[in-house]
């Protein structure tokens, strides 16, 4: 399984990132990525990282068999939905038997946070106004 990690639209550091963000997204990242090679048969994995003013978002797609969203509730799928929901944010899954799966999150950045990034000195505007848009 090939798996290609896009960072791009990350204009903020890991370690600028609370904690607990980054642990849920590091949980969440870990999981899907392991349903994907446990379940899928996928060929391909992508992990996208981004975020813009005020959220981070990421996601795991996978080419390989999908799944019927409406049959299965795993502890692991739960997991996600509680880290992400523990924190105010959403997850979302697609996926249908036969298509690949695409796990992706979005979650809200604290003010203090928004404006530890925002005092920040950049060189990466360019890659802010990109995803601001
Ligand atoms: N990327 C995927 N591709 C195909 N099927 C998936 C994928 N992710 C989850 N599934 C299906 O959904 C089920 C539930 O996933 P979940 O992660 O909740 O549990 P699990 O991986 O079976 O066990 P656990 O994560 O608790 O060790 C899986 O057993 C599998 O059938
Ligand atoms: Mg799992």
Same mark, same amino acid.
């Given at each position: ?7 791009a639209?990350?204009a ?15 949980r969440?990242?870990?999981e899907?990525v392991n349903?994907?090679?446990?379940h899928s048969?996928?060929r391909?994995?992508?992990v996208?990282v981004?975020?813009s ?7 795991v797609? $996978?080419d390989?068999? =999908?799944?019927?969203? %409406?049959?299965?509730r795993? @502890?692991? !799928?739960?997991?996600m939905?509680? /880290? ?8 979302r899954? $697609?996926s249908?038997? =036969?298509?690949g799966? %695409?796990v992706?999150?979005? @979650?809200? !950045?604290?003010?203090?946070?928004? /404006? ?8 990466t505007?360019?890659?802010?106004s990109?995803i601001?848009g």
């Amino acid at each position: 399984m090939h798996i290609t990690v896009n960072a791009a639209g990350l204009a903020l550091k890991v370690s600028e990132l609370p904690d607990e963000h980054k642990t849920c997204i590091y949980r969440l990242v870990q999981e899907a990525v392991n349903n994907a090679a446990r379940h899928s048969g996928a060929r391909n994995v992508r992990v996208i990282v981004r975020n813009s003013r005020n959220r981070v978002e990421f996601s795991v797609q $996978d080419d390989g068999a =999908g799944f019927d969203k %409406t049959a299965v509730r795993g @502890l692991g !799928l739960l997991g996600m939905e509680e /880290r992400v929901g523990r924190l105010g944010g959403t997850l979302r899954i $697609d996926s249908e038997p =036969g298509r690949g799966t %695409t796990v992706a999150a979005e @979650l809200p !950045l604290p003010e203090i946070a928004q /404006r530890e990034i925002e005092a920040l000195p950049r060189e990466t505007d360019a890659a802010h106004s990109r995803i601001a848009g």
